[in-house]
């Protein structure tokens, strides 16, 4: 008698499918679907400003361990009430944003948005 071979059974797709629609799930479950914000960016440039009104113009510079304003350094919890205190009676101020190269695109975001709440601040990003 001849002994039986190697016999090959069917591939079943039912376990296949069932994991890749638990991982499916898991995705969608795990996800956030939040809309993301626009951020305006005007970059610096050369508007000759002759005017008597001519806005308040404030430095600000953002590296990856802090920031300064107008050269004093400050905190990014306390960058609002900063900018604030550092605005004279001027109707109008330009902030001048000038980025460190460490510094992450997300801290970037979140100083333009925080400076762009502000009412009676325009923010221009500089190189």
Same mark, same amino acid.
């Given at each position: 008698m001849a002994s039986k071979g190697f016999q090959r059974r069917r591939l079943s797709m039912t376990p296949l499918i069932d994991i890749i629609f638990l991982l499916l799930l898991f995705f969608m479950l795990t996800s956030t679907f939040?809309?993301?914000?626009?951020?305006?960016?005007?970059?610096?440039?050369?508007?000759?400003?002759?005017?008597?009104?001519a806005p308040q113009r404030i430095f600000v510079r953002l590296t990856r361990d802090g920031l300064t304003i107008n050269g004093a350094p400050h905190d990014f919890a306390n960058l609002k009430p900063a900018l604030s205190r550092v605005q004279t009676g001027a109707a109008q101020s330009d902030v &001048?944003?000038? =980025?460190? +190269?460490?510094?992450?695109?997300?801290?970037? *975001?979140?100083? &333009?948005?925080? =400076?762009? +709440?502000?009412?009676?601040?325009?923010?221009? *990003?500089?190189?």
């Amino acid at each position: 008698m001849a002994s039986k071979g190697f016999q090959r059974r069917r591939l079943s797709m039912t376990p296949l499918i069932d994991i890749i629609f638990l991982l499916l799930l898991f995705f969608m479950l795990t996800s956030t679907f939040t809309r993301f914000a626009e951020v305006p960016l005007i970059q610096a440039g050369t508007q000759g400003i002759t005017s008597t009104d001519a806005p308040q113009r404030i430095f600000v510079r953002l590296t990856r361990d802090g920031l300064t304003i107008n050269g004093a350094p400050h905190d990014f919890a306390n960058l609002k009430p900063a900018l604030s205190r550092v605005q004279t009676g001027a109707a109008q101020s330009d902030v &001048l944003l000038s =980025i460190g +190269t460490q510094v992450s695109s997300e801290l970037f *975001v979140r100083t &333009l948005a925080d =400076i762009s +709440t502000l009412p009676n601040f325009r923010v221009s *990003v500089i190189r």
